[in-house]
């Protein structure tokens, strides 16, 4: 049995019904108008190089993308600092612009100019694998007299106060794990078990502290610079684990006038947004991705998310794309040397929901939040277009999603990875052709190694249709690193 046939089925549309539908009927988005409904939303490949210039395999990514003709194609999380950051995109500097005008020219041509071009822009911060414990504790560590003292109850006061610090660490090495933990302050023992992470409340570190006056010449440099490039818009990342969504949490608690109620944690989004469209002006096209439900103990929840998208659209912003979850809080603990990775734990499974989540499947799982946001966006009087996604994979999904008001826009990140001709097959009338996502999240595995992003679905057969050696394979040779046609 193929894995697809193990999906419910689906049924496709005729070319001439495909016409006729929503989905495929035009939508204005700020300043350009999409020919179509489709969007295909940030996906991190890991294609550029370590200095996050846009390669030749960054090319044929989105090149691959653009052949499907997506209304919309939103390019990946890309860093608005010039610091390196692996092989992740980045714009934090103008050297960036040249290979981000190519790959812009490339959407065009491979889309017969059809495809709208966005790039995501992103801010983050600091974040290290999760330490040895004998480097840690040997190393890492700022020993404090509370340590000491609290040491003092295990091998007594005399030899705790007697201690050097080189003693210090080295008995602390000695004590049984729990012990040790219990000797930490909670902050270490997440460093400890968990490894370092910066937080937007870090107000203590300098540039934690004035972030609320750094990030809008920052997102506003970025924003220009894609501008310059060639781009249809930016998309300013305020989704998941990162710095914007941060400021919008519940979790956040600064006290500076930038956290606690909801008119405080919006304040850095809203002068973000009011810095990007001074800079791009009126007719370039500025929207967001943001979270409709953190899906965390204590974080914002839909009606949150309600009152910031309405907020935000009111400011002027052109869209607002829905996602949910993917946060540091609830993910699982790394491995020794590896990095915390925000879509492991709860909130992650229901950014991208896999179909061993609910036994009905994932499918169309997100759109009451898009649904929700709608909705209080139009009560603000606003008719700012919403994004929805969320496992969607069939036609029907996406047409009714948008006759039943869930969205205005309809976006597939998996299956578009897993097969992005879909939307073109759609309008061919050639559903039966479509490489349907099966929802494991092979594709999130390797995004979470840090390795070149692929789809299972592709290798079928890969090696034996390579008997020529024409075919592209990522870093490891294993895998087909493009679909196949
Ligand atoms: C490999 C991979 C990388 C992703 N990278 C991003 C990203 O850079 N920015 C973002 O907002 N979402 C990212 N996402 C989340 C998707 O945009 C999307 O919201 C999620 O996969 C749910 O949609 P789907 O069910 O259609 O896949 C990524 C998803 C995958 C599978
Ligand atoms: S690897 Fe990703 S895109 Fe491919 S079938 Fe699995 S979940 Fe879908």
Redesign the pocket.
């Known amino acids: 049995m193929r894995p697809a046939d193990k999906l419910p089925p689906v049924r496709w549309p005729s070319r001439e019904e495909a016409r006729a539908s929503r989905l495929f009927s035009p939508i204005r988005i700020g300043s350009f108008t999409a020919a179509t409904r489709t969007w295909v ?5 890991w294609r550029s190089d370590e200095e996050g210039f846009v390669t030749r395999d960054v090319l044929d990514w989105y090149g691959r993308f653009a052949a499907g003709r997506p209304g919309v194609l ?1 390019v ?2 890309t860093g608005i600092r010039d610091v390196p950051s692996g092989p992740l995109l980045r714009i934090g500097d103008d050297r960036f612009v040249p290979g981000l005008r190519d790959l812009v020219a490339l959407v065009k041509e491979r889309s017969g100019g059809e495809t709208r071009v966005l790039i ?1 822009i ?1 801010d983050f911060l600091s974040i290290r694998r999760r330490p040895a414990k004998k480097a840690y504790i040997g190393r890492y560590l700022r020993l404090t007299d509370a340590h000491r003292e609290r040491l003092a109850q295990h091998v007594g006061e005399a030899r705790a106060s007697a201690a050097s610090e080189a003693e210090l660490r080295a008995l602390m090495l000695t004590l049984p794990h729990a012990d040790l933990l219990a000797l930490l302050a909670e902050r270490e023992v997440e460093d400890l078990e968990r490894g370092y992470r910066e937080r937007i409340t870090d107000v203590h570190l300098p540039h934690v502290r004035d972030l609320p006056q750094t990030l809008p010449g920052l997102f506003a440099d970025a924003a220009e610079r894609a501008r310059t490039a060639g781009f249809d818009g930016v ?1 300013l ?1 305020y ?2 684990a990162y710095t914007m969504a941060s400021f919008l949490s519940k979790l956040n608690t600064r006290t500076d006038g930038c956290g606690g109620t909801r008119e405080n944690r919006i304040r850095v989004p809203l002068a973000v947004l009011r810095a990007v469209r001074e800079r791009v002006g009126a007719d370039f096209t500025v929207g967001c ?1 943001l979270l409709g439900d953190e899906v965390i103990d204590g974080g914002s929840r839909i009606d949150d998310a309600s009152w910031f998208s309405a907020e935000l659209a009111c400011a002027g912003l052109d869209f607002v ?1 829905v ?2 979850g ?1 946060k540091f809080e609830d993910a699982k603990q790394p491995k020794v040397g590896e990095a915390i990775y925000p ?1 492991t734990g709860p909130s992650g499974h229901e ?3 896999t179909i061993k989540l609910v036994p009905s499947g ?1 499918f169309g ?2 759109l009451p939040l898009s649904r929700a946001i709608r909705e209080a966006v139009r009560a603000a009087g606003c008719d700012t277009p919403i994004v929805g ?5 069939s036609f029907d999904l996406a047409e009714a999603a948008l006759t039943h008001g869930d969205c205005d826009l309809v ?7 897993a097969d992005p001709d879909w939307w073109l097959k759609m309008r061919a009338g050639r559903g039966a052709d479509v490489r349907r ?1 099966i ?1 494991t ?1 092979y ?2 595995a ?2 979470q190694r840090h390795l070149q ?1 692929t789809c299972q679905l592709w290798d079928r057969d890969f090696e034996r249709e390579d008997e020529g050696g024409g075919i592209a394979r990522s870093h490891d040779g294993k895998r087909r690193l493009l679909p196949p046609p």
Not at 41 to 45: C, E, S
Not at 389 to 393: E, R, S, Y
Not at 411 to 417: H, I, T, Y
């Open positions: 939303p940030a996906m991190v490949p939103v990946e999380a995501q992103i998309e990342h989704a998941h991705r794309s996602s949910k993917g879509y950014c991208m929901p994932p799982r997100n996604a969320g496992a969607i994979n976006a597939a990140a998996r299956q578009s990875l996502c929802y999240n594709c999130e390797l995004d992003v």
